[in-house]
């Protein structure tokens, strides 16, 4: 009898080797989903929604320089998607559903342009969506990282002082295990990049050369899309909700989670695999 488990591994394409997870549920329901994490995270970040939602399959991998998985330069939008769409060339059937959290949500766009095919559906979750006129980005954060925490609790305190949103003990403490790092059981904890990785990413898409252009993606979208937004994110204010969506030839379904910040998978994770499910269900 076939058993709800996750199946870890490395997949080698372009010239690299891309850890993933893959949730694989005893029923699944429907579409299979290849869910792409944010740049402050890793594939970890969908354990507690996939093993929530039960009968969703979700191919996470871990992005170039991110995680477990190799970083061989590059940090193009197109890059990412041929990644991603690589691993489920070699691991999901032929139609799928592609999801994405933060500015993954510009690669899921570029990944369902370039596989159109195959891609039934796309969920975008909290992108970051800028207010106003555009301003030359900072590349590197505006705080200060630490590199490492000597206790898991000290990396729970960095998560509530910086992120938005409702964090219960719970969920705060789960998503923090699911996505921090340590290189041995008593090592500090560590974040799942190096901090150069991260800052040449975001000089990268702050730079001419960036081809994020998320609202630019929106246009070409010709399939169901369904976008999650935090009540409380300041990645994407309500301010940047209608122009977003007009971006868009066909409109999106929207839910608001409203307690949550930049991550309602982790704050109302009940919300997001709810209308998850609802939405999957008319996805062929």
Known sequence: MKIDLWRTDFHTSNGFKQFYRD?????????PVLALHGSLTQSGMWIAPAEAAGSIRMLCPDQRGFGLSNDPGGDSCGEFASDALALAQNLLPERYVVMGHS??????????RMAAEHVAAVVLVDPVVPVGKPSAAPATP????????ATIEEAEHHFRDTEEGKWTDEALRRFVRDIMMRDNESGPWRFPYALVRLRRLRAFTASPASDYNLLAKAKAMCCPVLVFRGGMSKRFPLAAEQPFLEAFALKPKVVVCPNSGHFPTATETNIFVEELKHFLEGAR
Request: charged share 20%; hydrophobic share 45%.
């Open 23 to 31: 949730w694989q549920p005893r029923d699944e329901l429907c579409l």
């Open 103 to 112: 500015f993954a949500c510009s690669i899921t766009l570029e990944a369902a």
């Open 142 to 149: 505006s705080i200060p990282l630490p590199k490492t925490f």
